[in-house]
């Protein structure tokens, strides 16, 4: 599918690539195969984002439709805000900026394709921010809301990750993102720690965005009043000390830390950070932390663990808490246990053995249908990690549920794929970016690097692996990168030239002109074969997961941690 040249574009796109004769792709693919050049053509002829220069091409063509309708859409969910200034916004029913997503997760993926409206929609909850220190938890066009907080992925490490991939050059920006977040940690510490455990304490259900979810049931939707600093003392349970917003401000510490030698504050006060971060870990690891279960529970006004097994886990694994075996130990036992969270379409809101486990996907719930939200914020708990195969099973079951919807919900049928409550919703239309990016396409990391990955997508039923092609494109640094991927083998091109050709099953890790510096086994199985690189053919021998360097001449291991495979029964505390 290629844009209609008549149709007006919005304005985050950009027309058609004027290559579009045979003859002239031909001259650039040398005597590669007919239909890879079809591919190649294909994808010049696509439309994209004008200034990162990305496009997209595919062999499915529902898959190529709804990626071309998510950018429609996602370009006007940024509107222009009470500030005059672009701000994202969720989309669908939900007429606002979420601090819990919108302003975090969502800006975080958005700053790899659209980095001016991320950083405008950062800056918002600072301009916003109360006197009192309190960040608002949605903004909306009729201005900001400060009845509860809403935290899930840290705001600092999104901050910090979108100011990496943009060079780090804006220092203005992230100095007044740190001063903001600053004040936050403060009026946080003074107004959600009643109990003087030093655990980050909930007062109601959207404190932590957790809608109709069995972990709040019989809690409050929100704070007596609209006030962030109170709860209902007549209910018997609250204040809950939370895990997933614990977890926040332990990892937050951490990036703030970052910030402040970056931003060349006195040494003393990033090791205040670093301080204050391992002592919330210390209060998470000693409260919320259930060493029977290994998971983290609520914890109610008397001591007791709220029992609900939900995607918490996930929440705070994405905060970077616990080693590479504590994350392992979580695969088994609960992420990729079909018993649990690993359903045909992953990952369910709450475990499915729960009996309080609920299917049902036609309402705004976090009681058990698959959110668009958890499946976002999912890769950076696997990456931290080196899980790369195993993220790769719930991107493709994701692509594979994409390719058939027609609209972008907030979540979808853990047992079907089917699209699942409202439309237009930002999260979901970022996943399908993020995830087609990372699965077969070319992803700039706050590292200075580029990932090619040469995969192909189970994007739709009923197609042979030998007909499945997908072509990515991206602009690094003023310059053209190509991916095009098939059954057995991937290219890369730079500036129309072909640069790589290696087997399908591994990703290149290059810097951002596309100098190889290492490769990441993607594939369950082993593959071998050579990287062709420069009038150089270096052979490679890679296992799942594994991380191989470049010193040049040949790969060495960096990493080896071995794939683990979906669980299908109860597992117990030890790997």
Same mark, same amino acid.
């Given at each position: 599918?290629?844009?209609?040249s008549?149709?007006?574009?919005?304005?985050?796109?950009?027309?058609?690539?004027?290559?579009?004769?045979?003859?002239?792709v031909?001259?650039?693919c040398?005597?590669?195969?007919?239909?890879?050049c079809?591919?190649?053509?294909?994808?010049r002829?696509?439309?994209?984002?004008?200034?990162?220069g990305v496009r997209?091409?595919?062999?499915?063509s529902?898959?190529e439709?709804?990626?071309?309708?998510?950018?429609?859409?996602?370009?006007?969910?940024?509107?222009a805000s009470?500030?005059?200034?672009?701000?994202l916004?969720?989309g669908?029913v939900?007429?606002?900026?979420?601090?819990?997503?919108?302003?975090?997760?969502?800006?975080?993926?958005?700053?790899?394709?659209?980095?001016?409206?991320?950083?405008?929609?950062y800056?918002?909850?600072?301009d916003?921010?109360?006197?009192?220190?309190l960040?608002?938890?949605?903004?909306?066009?009729?201005?900001?809301?400060y009845?509860?907080?809403?935290?899930?992925?840290p705001?600092?490490?999104?901050?910090?990750?979108?100011y990496?991939?943009q060079?780090?050059?804006?220092?203005?920006?992230?100095?007044?993102?740190y001063?903001?977040?600053?004040?936050f940690?403060?009026?946080?510490?003074?107004?959600?720690?009643?109990?003087?455990?030093?655990?980050?304490?909930a007062?109601?259900v959207?404190?932590t965005g957790?809608?109709r979810?069995?972990?709040?049931?019989?809690?409050p939707?929100?704070?007596?009043?609209?006030?962030?600093?109170a709860?209902?003392?007549d209910v018997?349970?609250?204040?809950?000390?939370?895990?997933?917003?614990?977890?926040?401000v332990?990892?937050?510490?951490?990036?703030l830390a970052?910030?402040?030698?970056?931003l060349?504050?006195?040494?003393?006060?990033?090791?205040l950070?670093?301080?204050?971060s391992?002592?919330?870990?210390?209060?998470l690891?000693?409260?919320?932390?259930?060493?029977?279960?290994?998971?983290?529970?609520?914890?109610?006004r008397?001591?007791?663990?709220i029992?609900?097994?939900?995607?918490?886990?996930?929440?705070?694994?994405?905060?970077?808490?616990?080693?590479?075996r504590?994350?392992?130990?979580a695969?088994?036992?609960?992420l990729?246990?079909t018993r649990?969270?690993f359903?045909?379409?992953?990952?369910?809101?709450i475990?499915?053995?729960d009996?309080?486990?609920n299917p049902?996907?036609?309402l705004?719930?976090?009681?058990?249908m698959t959110?668009?939200l958890?499946l976002?914020?999912?890769?950076?708990?696997?990456e931290?990690?080196?899980?790369f195969?195993e993220?790769?099973?719930?991107?493709?079951?994701?692509?594979?549920?994409f390719?058939k919807?027609?609209?972008?919900?907030?979540?979808?049928?853990?047992?079907?794929?089917?699209?699942?409550?409202t439309s237009e919703y930002?999260p979901a239309?970022? *996943? #399908? +970016?993020?995830?087609i990016e @990372?699965l077969?396409?070319? %992803?700039?990391?706050? =590292? !200075?690097?580029?990932?090619?990955t040469g995969?192909?997508?189970?994007a739709y039923?009923g197609?042979?692996?030998?007909?499945?092609?997908?072509?990515?494109?991206?602009?690094?640094?003023h310059?053209?990168f190509?991916?095009?991927?098939?059954a057995?083998?991937?290219?890369v091109?730079r500036?129309? *030239? #072909? +640069?790589?050709?290696?087997p @399908?099953?591994?990703r290149? %890790?290059?810097?951002? =002109? !596309?100098?190889l510096?290492?490769?990441?086994?993607?594939?369950a199985?082993?593959?071998?074969?050579?990287?062709?690189?420069?009038?150089?053919?270096?052979?490679f021998a890679?296992?799942?997961n594994?991380?191989?360097?470049?010193?040049?001449?040949?790969?060495e291991?960096?990493?080896?941690?071995?794939v683990?495979?979906?669980v299908?029964?109860?597992?117990?505390?030890?790997?």
């Amino acid at each position: 599918m290629t844009y209609d040249s008549a149709r007006p574009l919005p304005p985050i796109l950009a027309g058609n690539v004027t290559v579009n004769k045979r003859e002239l792709v031909k001259e650039k693919c040398d005597e590669e195969p007919t239909r890879m050049c079809d591919m190649l053509t294909r994808l010049r002829q696509n439309a994209g984002f004008r200034e990162m220069g990305v496009r997209f091409a595919c062999t499915s063509s529902s898959l190529e439709a709804i990626y071309a309708q998510g950018l429609r859409e996602l370009s006007a969910s940024v509107e222009a805000s009470p500030l005059d200034r672009p701000i994202l916004y969720e989309g669908g029913v939900y007429q606002g900026c979420w601090l819990e997503s919108t302003g975090t997760i969502n800006a975080e993926v958005l700053a790899r394709f659209w980095p001016e409206a991320a950083a405008s929609t950062y800056e918002h909850f600072a301009d916003f921010q109360r006197e009192d220190g309190l960040l608002p938890f949605m903004i909306t066009p009729a201005g900001a809301d400060y009845t509860h907080i809403q935290m899930v992925t840290p705001l600092a490490r999104s901050v910090w990750n979108s100011y990496l991939l943009q060079g780090g050059q804006d220092r203005n920006h992230l100095s007044k993102m740190y001063g903001a977040m600053k004040r936050f940690d403060q009026w946080v510490g003074e107004h959600r720690n009643r109990r003087g455990t030093g655990c980050v304490e909930a007062f109601c259900v959207w404190d932590t965005g957790h809608d109709r979810s069995p972990r709040f049931w019989h809690i409050p939707d929100c704070t007596p009043l609209g006030d962030a600093c109170a709860y209902y003392e007549d209910v018997p349970a609250l204040p809950y000390l939370a895990p997933d917003l614990t977890a926040n401000v332990y990892c937050q510490r951490k990036y703030l830390a970052k910030m402040a030698r970056e931003l060349g504050e006195p040494e003393s006060e990033a090791v205040l950070w670093e301080t204050l971060s391992a002592e919330m870990l210390e209060n998470l690891m000693n409260h919320c932390f259930d060493e029977r279960d290994q998971f983290f529970y609520d914890v109610d006004r008397f001591g007791g663990f709220i029992r609900v097994q939900s995607d918490v886990l996930l929440r705070v694994l994405a905060c970077e808490v616990g080693d590479d075996r504590f994350f392992s130990l979580a695969l088994k036992k609960y992420l990729l246990n079909t018993r649990k969270f690993f359903s045909r379409f992953p990952l369910t809101s709450i475990a499915m053995d729960d009996p309080r486990f609920n299917p049902r996907f036609d309402l705004n719930n976090w009681f058990g249908m698959t959110n668009f939200l958890t499946l976002l914020r999912a890769p950076h708990a696997f990456e931290h990690h080196g899980r790369f195969v195993e993220l790769s099973w719930i991107m493709n079951a994701a692509i594979a549920a994409f390719s058939k919807m027609t609209r972008f919900s907030q979540g979808m049928c853990p047992w079907s794929g089917e699209a699942a409550y409202t439309s237009e919703y930002t999260p979901a239309i970022l *996943c #399908l +970016l993020d995830y087609i990016e @990372r699965l077969c396409g070319i %992803v700039p990391l706050p =590292s !200075g690097q580029l990932w090619f990955t040469g995969m192909t997508a189970w994007a739709y039923e009923g197609v042979s692996r030998q007909e499945e092609q997908f072509a990515y494109g991206r602009t690094a640094d003023h310059r053209k990168f190509e991916i095009v991927t098939n059954a057995t083998e991937a290219k890369v091109y730079r500036d129309d *030239c #072909l +640069l790589y050709r290696f087997p @399908r099953g591994i990703r290149l %890790v290059t810097d951002r =002109s !596309g100098s190889l510096q290492g490769i990441i086994g993607i594939s369950a199985n082993a593959v071998a074969g050579v990287v062709e690189y420069e009038n150089l053919q270096i052979p490679f021998a890679i296992e799942g997961n594994e991380a191989m360097s470049f010193d040049g001449r040949q790969f060495e291991t960096a990493m080896r941690p071995g794939v683990i495979a979906p669980v299908t029964e109860e597992w117990g505390n030890t790997l």
